[in-house]
C-alpha cells in the first residue's frame, strides 16, 4: 500500500529558508518520478517541482527556479524539498506526489500523479 506522509512545515519569515519532507511507503522510490505541489487557500493545486526516476533530472515551477531544490534519497525512502528566500506568496499546503508509472522521463502535467500525500502547511509571514 503505498504512503506518502510529508512533514517539516511550519511558519518562516520571508527570506528564510525551509525544508519539507516526504516519507515514502509501499513502493519503491527508486523506480518513480516523484513531484511537490501546492495549494494556497482559495487557489487550485499547482506545480511546484519535479525529480525523475533515477534523480538526475529536475524540473521546476518559474515562481520557484533558483529558490527551491527537489531531491530524492532512495536509500531513506525520502524526497525533499529545500525552499530558500521564501517569499509569502509561497504560503501554500504543500504535498507530494508519486507517478503512476515507473520510469517514466520528464513532466508533463499533475495527471501523471497518482498517489498524493495528506499535505504539510508553510506559512511564510511577511
Known amino acids: 500500500q503505498v504512503q506518502l506522509v510529508e512533514s517539516g512545515g511550519g511558519l518562516v519569515q520571508a527570506g528564510g529558508p525551509l525544508r519539507v519532507s516526504c516519507a515514502a511507503s509501499?513502493?519503491?522510490?527508486?523506480?518513480?518520478?516523484m513531484g511537490w505541489f501546492r495549494q494556497a487557500p482559495g487557489k487550485e493545486r499547482e506545480f511546484v517541482a519535479y525529480?525523475?526516476?533515477?534523480?538526475?533530472?529536475?524540473y521546476y515551477a518559474t515562481s520557484v527556479k533558483g529558490r527551491f531544490t527537489i531531491s530524492k534519497y532512495n536509500a531513506k525512502n525520502t524526497v525533499y524539498l529545500q525552499m530558500n528566500s521564501l517569499k509569502p506568496e509561497d504560503t501554500a499546503v504543500y504535498y507530494c506526489?508519486?507517478?503512476?508509472?515507473?520510469?517514466?522521463?520528464?513532466?508533463?502535467?499533475?495527471?501523471?500523479?497518482?498517489?498524493w500525500g495528506q499535505g504539510t502547511q508553510v506559512t511564510v509571514s511577511s
Open positions: 506526489a508519486k507517478d503512476k508509472l515507473q520510469r517514466r522521463v520528464g513532466y508533463r502535467n499533475e495527471q501523471d500523479f497518482g498517489s
Open positions: 509501499g513502493f519503491a522510490l527508486d523506480y518513480y518520478a
Open positions: 525529480i525523475g526516476w533515477s534523480g538526475g533530472y529536475t
